[in-house]
């Protein structure tokens, strides 16, 4: 059998009773204050970035304020602008004790 089966054939995995989801609204204020930690590290102000990123500053403010999360587009031009790599990752919640 193949790994493709085999895996295929595996029991599903449960999620822990102690999982707390990330909601839209968390990860939105994560980026934001990525993005400014970052710009802020640079000494540059939103307009700055925007001009960077070819966007308007008031796009810029409207990304760290967490109104809305962004595209990932739009994280991308940011971090090309700023010199710094954008890393996605998916982890596994630790169970609390």
């Known amino acids: 059998m193949s ?8 029991p599903p995995r449960t ?8 909601t839209e609204r968390d990860l939105a ?16 102000s939103q307009r700055q970035l925007g001009d960077e990123a070819d966007m308007k ?9 967490a ?6 587009s739009t994280l ?6 700023m ?3 954008l890393v996605v990752t998916l982890e596994k919640d630790v169970e609390k004790p």
């Open 3 to 10: 790994d493709v089966q085999q895996r295929n054939t595996s």
């Open 15 to 22: 999620v822990p009773a102690t999982f707390q989801p990330l």
């Open 29 to 44: 204020y994560a980026i934001a204050q990525a993005v400014a930690d970052a710009r802020n590290e640079l000494g540059w």
């Open 57 to 65: 500053q008031p796009h810029v403010s409207r990304l760290e304020s």
């Open 67 to 72: 109104s809305k999360l962004p595209q990932l």
């Open 76 to 81: 991308l031009r940011i971090a090309n602008a």
């Open 83 to 85: 010199g710094v790599k």
